[in-house]
């Protein structure tokens, strides 16, 4: 009897199921429309002529310790003098600290409140050549050869595609007559590759002190890619609305010293060694709510079967957390991330080591602070004898960024300039949690609406290449990188 009763209500429920998830599957996110394309083609050749004479100017950042050669810097600001003369008529230049390059373009109407300007970044520094690797470069990395369709060299990516793109947007729109309703300013930075705290921070401290406050801002970061989501092929704009932090923590233990044939039961290696191997065991907790908003922005695109799954992750979250496991990528930008980098210790094979000391680089999930990384990992190793400390000359790492707004006016413009830039090809857009670092971070006070990203499409096996070898732009992305600000700032 009871049998009889439970079967049909077990088999309804699960009707019911099946129909709840065939629903969602197949409710589109409404994400996804296509954009509307639009009548303005740069100059080709001269777009390529410019980066490949941009890559000439060896404006290398070496490091802190080593400055940028101040003449090609310098030189480079001439160069783009000379090849925007109508924006640098339009448009108020000041250099800023020395090398950075701060443009305001007044707009039309007077800033208010529902008029407020808009940032858009860039970097004039490069990172070096890695010494050793100067052969496996297709081309020579500062000559700025076009061949094959691409323009090569280092900083045709990063960042140079940034500087060009937006000056040449501009220089366009005043040839029409095109003048933004809000004012726009353009940050170009010459030291990102080593903080930006001398570049992009004072400007940010100028923009603050004369009581700047943007409504959004558009940096470096984010990118169009193709055939990362294995099932869709069409390709997926991504922006990083967020950027993971950094800190670096010093692990230290002194022991006793003396002979080692009367050692105690642990020397200061065995000690340091079992709280690194501790924190290994013991990773930071995964959050899934940055990995959840991509898979949920694309998920309308992907085969049935993944959409089914992805479409209803209240369901299916734990299966797919668990598909992620062993996932480097994956695991990145689900949690802060432990790496223990370097170690040090002992002197010779028969001495008992005094001082053990490793260094542990995390990269830190929005919601956490190089504070709350201290004391986490202070609890896991749960041993007084080693000493845990901030790296670095009293420098507490960074923060990772507040998560900016998925949607309101700086994101709505941004996407649909996106959207219209591929018209009549559909493009994904979507949000990806950063997990490197841009000069972004020091204009948090200016607005809380960052947005990371630059139009280039590249290839999966081309997401190297930025500070690796054979660093190359194609002529046709860097024609679309100069449309998409075009459009972007038209309707600004
Ligand atoms: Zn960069």
Request: glycine share 8%; charged share 20%.
């Amino acid at each position: 009897m009871l049998k009889k009763r439970i079967l049909p209500a077990i088999a309804a429920l699960f009707i019911l199921l099946v129909a709840v998830l065939l629903i969602r599957t197949f409710t589109p996110a409404g994400s996804q429309m296509a954009g509307e394309a639009f009548d303005f083609r740069p100059d080709t050749a001269r777009v390529s002529r410019l980066m490949s004479e941009s890559v000439r100017f060896k404006t290398i950042s070496f490091g802190r310790d080593k400055p940028t050669s101040a003449t090609e810097l310098r030189a480079y600001h001439a160069y783009l003098e000379k090849q925007f003369p109508l924006a640098h008529k339009a448009l108020k230049r000041e250099v800023i600290a020395d090398y950075s390059l701060l443009y305001t373009w007044t707009g039309s109407a007077p800033a208010s409140a529902t008029n407020k300007p808009v940032i858009f970044l860039g970097h004039l520094d490069v990172v070096p050549v890695v010494p050793g690797t100067e052969s496996k470069w297709k081309q020579p990395p500062f000559e700025g050869v076009v061949a094959d369709g691409f323009i090569w060299g280092r900083g045709t990516l990063d960042n140079k595609v940034n500087i060009i793109g937006l000056l040449e947007a501009a220089e366009n729109m005043l040839q029409q007559g095109l003048q933004p309703t809000r004012t726009i300013y353009f940050a170009f930075g010459h030291d990102e590759e080593q903080g930006g705290i001398d570049g992009a921070k004072v400007m940010a401290d100028v923009l603050l002190k004369r009581g700047v406050q943007a409504e959004f801002l558009v940096d470096e970061g984010g990118l169009v890619t193709q055939g990362v989501v294995p099932g869709i092929d069409a390709p997926m704009a991504l922006i990083a609305p967020a950027e993971k932090g950094i800190v670096t923590l010093e692990l230290k233990v002194v022991g006793e010293g003396g002979h080692s044939s009367m050692p105690p039961e642990q020397t200061s290696i065995g000690i340091l060694a079992a709280a690194i191997a501790a924190l290994e065991a013991n990773q930071f907790p995964r959050d899934f709510s940055h990995t959840q908003s991509f898979l949920e922005a694309v998920a309308d695109d992907m085969p049935f079967a993944n959409r089914l799954v992805m479409k209803n992750l209240w369901l299916f979250k734990p299966v797919v957390m668990g598909a992620f496991e062993g996932d480097k990528q994956a695991q990145a930008a689900m949690r802060t991330t432990t790496a223990a980098t370097m170690i040090a210790g002992g002197i010779k094979a028969n001495v008992l080591p005094i001082d053990a000391a490793a260094k542990v680089n995390f990269r830190i999930l929005p919601g956490e602070t190089p504070d709350t990384v201290r004391e986490r990992v202070m609890r896991v190793i749960n041993d007084a004898r080693v000493e845990v400390s901030f790296d670095g000359s009293g420098q507490k790492g960074m923060s990772p960024s507040p998560v900016s707004p998925t949607q309101g006016f700086g994101w709505e413009q941004l996407t649909a300039a996106i959207r219209d830039t591929a018209a009549p090809q559909r493009m994904i857009v979507t949000p990806r949690l950063l997990v490197a670092a841009t000069d972004t971070r020091h204009y948090r006070k200016i607005t809380p609406n960052h947005y990371r990203f630059t139009y280039m499409q590249l290839a999966p096996s081309d997401l190297a290449s930025i500070h690796g070898t054979n660093e190359r732009i194609s002529v046709a992305t860097l024609n679309d990188t100069v449309r998409f600000y075009f459009r972007m700032m038209s309707r600004l």
